[in-house]
């Protein structure tokens, strides 16, 4: 499975994007998604995560800013951030695991594509 992302770029603090992470190989229907986001020097940390039921949850820190969603028909999965801060700038790679994704490992990471908040 590829999984590869799109959508980042520059943004100024209070604005909106909309990131996707489109698979191909494998059908994601059955697998956990997850995105992930890494700032320079820092550790990779969890953003959100959808279960293959739709159940979402978040990190507390964009929790009522971004929302995940999944499109199995296009075994696509989407994050939309809104009100950005400088705060979120990082590079931001989606996940697939059969289980649950989790920051350690997961089945199949994307490249990421980078995210940069800035005035």
């Known amino acids: 499975v590829q999984l590869v992302e799109s959508g980042g770029g520059w943004v100024q603090p209070g604005g909106s994007l909309r990131l996707s992470c489109t698979a191909s190989?494998?059908?994601?229907?059955?697998?956990?998604l997850g995105w992930f986001r890494q700032a320079p020097g820092k550790e990779r940390e969890f953003v959100a995560a959808?279960?293959?039921?739709?159940?979402?949850t978040y990190r507390t820190s964009v929790t009522g800013r971004f929302t995940i969603s999944r499109d199995n028909a296009k075994n696509t999965l989407y994050l939309q951030m809104n009100n950005l801060k400088p705060e979120d700038t990082a590079v931001y790679s989606c996940?697939?695991?059969?289980?649950?994704?989790?920051?350690?490992?997961?089945?199949?990471w994307g490249q990421g594509t980078p995210v940069t908040v800035s005035s």
């Open positions: 996940a697939a695991d059969r289980v649950a994704v989790s920051t350690v490992r997961n089945d199949y």
């Open positions: 190989g494998r059908t994601l229907e059955a697998y956990a």
């Open positions: 959808i279960t293959r039921f739709a159940d979402a």
